[in-house]
């Protein structure tokens, strides 16, 4: 089996496009405690389900959230749900969506709004593969306001 595309922005949190059940067992090998699926469910035919992924990371004591993004972008309750998932959890958090790039968007935001440097999130962002440019006055405004 091919182990995902899993690209890490730091040691709390790493970022995936979409994962299958059966790629739980490896993740949790990996050393990651919580999975966090940014990714609604039926938006790509064939994909897994979500309550599939929450059943074999709940076998593997995983912790597990849906926080899905859609088309319609991030809402401050989607933010504030990863910044609780993230503080919440007691090892590195894996988060997924089709691509990787939502969740990193929503973890970047989550991290600007408790405070965090916009600058060294796009960093770390980059430094994982991931442009945040356009979010970029999202992530000044909500860093100033934290």
């Known amino acids: 089996m091919a ?3 899993i690209r890490r922005i730091d040691e709390t949190i790493s970022v995936a496009p979409q994962i299958d059940p059966a790629d739980l067992g490896e993740i949790a ?3 990651f405690t919580a999975i966090i699926n940014n990714r609604p469910d039926g938006e ?4 897994p389900d979500g309550d599939a992924i929450a059943a074999a990371a709940q076998t593997l004591g995983l912790g597990y959230s849906a926080i899905p993004v859609t088309h319609a972008g ?3 309750a989607q933010i504030d749900a990863m910044r609780e998932m993230l503080d919440a959890a007691t ?3 894996l988060a997924y969506c089709r691509s990787g790039t ?3 968007n929503l973890w970047a935001l989550a991290s600007a709004k408790a405070g965090g440097d916009p600058d060294a999130i796009v960093a770390k962002a980059a430094g ?5 440019s356009s979010i970029r ?6 860093s100033a306001g934290a």
């Open 44 to 47: 790509d035919a064939g994909q």
């Open 74 to 76: 991030f809402s401050h």
């Open 102 to 104: 939502r969740s990193a």
């Open 29 to 31: 090998g990996e050393g």
């Open 128 to 132: 994982a593969g991931y442009d945040l």
């Open 137 to 142: 006055p999202l992530l000044e405004s909500l």
């Open 3 to 5: 182990m995902a595309d």
């Open 91 to 93: 090892g590195p958090v």
